[in-house]
């Protein structure tokens, strides 16, 4: 069955530097959420995007940014990336329709150097 | 949303059940009581959701007190895989739009072989 895709697995990046996370999530599914994870930290909740449009955000920095595209794909931005932004970033979607669970992707591996 | 409090950390050993406790004393008559857990450097994985009524499935089965403010995820026989984190959450569906699944800290179960 298919999966939440992120891309890419791994990614290395300079302070200062951008980056781009892309998440595609299981067909038909209208929701969207990201969220970070620093090294022993729980999942925090980042941004969720419903029917291509921002539904709430959470601690999401100034710095980052995100949307949903009509294909339903999702894309974090950050910018002016810093050591404290290492985590990984893992993608989830669901239906809006209740009664179903969220599936996640395998995640983002970020670091800054 | 309604908090959650799980111990931090629990032993069990292979092939024996589990006993996962969560309490949730200010659950609002609209929360439903998920779980998720999470294995090492994977996304978080839907293990089970309820209401009122007790759930079974194939994984798991989610035992809800009578006056909902406690559930107890039940594994049956442990197996190593079955070690994670494992995250009770409550979340109280709207009608439309994004249903944003917040992490607290979980329970870490260790499985003895």
């Known amino acids: 069955a298919a999966g939440v895709i992120q891309s890419p697995r791994h990614l290395i990046k300079e302070k200062r530097e951008t980056a781009t996370l892309k998440c595609y999530p299981i067909?038909?599914?209208?929701?969207v959420y990201w969220y970070q994870q620093g090294p022993g930290q729980d999942p925090q909740f980042l941004i969720s995007f419903y029917e291509k449009m921002q539904s709430d955000k959470g601690s999401i920095p100034d710095r980052f940014s995100a949307q949903q595209f009509s294909d339903y794909h999702s894309e974090l931005n950050m910018s002016s990336l810093e050591l404290g932004d290492s985590a990984l970033y893992f993608c989830?979607?669901?239906?809006?329709?209740w009664g179903y669970g969220y599936t996640f992707g395998s995640g983002t591996r970020l670091t800054v150097v | 949303d309604a908090k959650t409090t799980q111990p931090n950390s629990m032993e069990s050993n292979e092939e024996e059940p589990v006993h996962l406790p969560c309490n949730h004393s200010t659950i609002s008559g609209t929360d439903y009581i998920h779980w998720y857990r999470q294995l090492p450097s994977q996304g978080p994985e839907y293990v089970i959701h309820?209401?009122?009524s007790n759930v079974n499935n194939r994984m798991a089965s989610l035992a809800i007190a009578e006056d909902r403010k406690s559930s107890t995820l039940i594994l049956h026989r442990a197996t190593l895989r079955d070690a994670a984190v494992y995250y009770c959450?409550?979340?109280?569906?709207?009608?439309?739009?994004?249903?944003?699944?917040?992490f607290g800290t979980g329970t870490r179960l260790t499985v003895i072989p």
């Open positions: 067909p038909r599914h209208d929701t």
């Open positions: 989830a979607s669901s239906f809006s329709v």
């Open positions: 309820g209401l009122t």
């Open positions: 959450i409550l979340i109280s569906p709207r009608r439309t739009g994004a249903n944003n699944l917040f």
